[in-house]
């Protein structure tokens, strides 16, 4: 059975910075793509970063590039995502989620697994 977990979401004052992590159980990681994904009180749920098997690709949203970055250890079976320079625009629940593709897609529906969620909250 496979399970996706987020951790290292909380409260954050503006500028801030937190550190979320994906661990994966059931699956080894090395073989999926993972994307990171957040949805805001009354807003659809939107592509955030994703990186590839190898962690050679990367992809961001405009609006995190420069203050966000993902990675992976593959040894460790998880993801992380680092998060700087938090703004209160970033507040909401954040989702790891895991595909098989080579490429990490920006389409919610390509990805085969997802983890409860972490909350992000940032505060002005």
């Known amino acids: 059975q496979v399970h996706l977990v987020e951790s290292g979401g909380g409260l954050v004052q503006a500028g801030g910075s937190l550190r979320l992590s994906c661990a994966a159980s059931?699956?080894?990681?090395?073989?999926?793509?993972v994307g990171w994904f957040r949805q805001a009180p009354g807003k659809e749920r939107e592509f955030v970063a994703g990186i590839s098997r190898s962690g050679a690709l990367k992809d961001y949203v405009d609006s995190v590039k420069g203050r966000y970055t993902v990675s992976r250890d593959n040894v460790k079976n998880t993801v992380s995502l680092q998060m700087n320079s938090l703004k209160p625009e970033d507040t909401a629940v954040y989702y790891c989620?895991?595909?098989?593709?080579?490429?990490?897609?920006?389409?919610?529906?390509?990805?085969?697994?997802w983890g409860q969620g972490t909350q992000v909250t940032v505060s002005r």
């Open positions: 989620a895991v595909d098989r593709r080579l490429v990490p897609s920006r389409d919610e529906y390509d990805y085969d697994y």
């Open positions: 059931g699956i080894a990681l090395s073989n999926y793509g």
